[in-house]
């Protein structure tokens, strides 16, 4: 089994930061990307940044220039910093690991059970 946890979501007012943190526990034998989704009411869960195992990263339009994703792969954990934010940031975010948990098997995917981020204005 695999558990994520995310940590660090919470009420910030407009132009202001925040860290999330996901650590994934478990059974795990290689991790391949790391991401964060979010999905704010009455929308669709969307990507927000992604990296690979060797550091390759991808943004949404709407978040580049001002969030950073990076992985520490001896921690197992992923990280989002938040800056500039604004209140059409504010939604639940998802981390989400696609990994391996034994040599040769098939990647699969595993989620957070999300935090909040509340942007106010």
């Known amino acids: 089994q695999v558990q994520l946890v995310e940590s660090g979501g919470g009420l910030v007012q407009a132009g202001g930061s925040l860290r999330l943190s996901c650590a994934a526990s478990?059974?795990?034998?290689?991790?391949?990307?790391m991401g964060w989704y979010r999905q704010a009411p009455g929308k669709q869960r969307e990507l927000v940044a992604a990296i690979t195992s060797g550091g390759s990263t991808n943004y949404a339009d709407s978040v580049k220039g001002r969030f950073t994703i990076s992985r520490d792969n001896a921690k197992n954990t992923v990280y989002l910093q938040m800056n500039s934010l604004k209140p059409e940031d504010t939604a639940v975010y998802y981390c989400?690991?696609?990994?391996?948990?034994?040599?040769?098997?098939?990647?699969?995917?595993?989620w957070g059970p999300g935090t909040q981020v509340t942007v106010s204005s």
């Open positions: 478990g059974s795990i034998f290689s991790i391949n990307v």
């Open positions: 989400n690991f696609r990994l391996r948990q034994k040599p040769f098997m098939s990647l699969n995917d595993y």
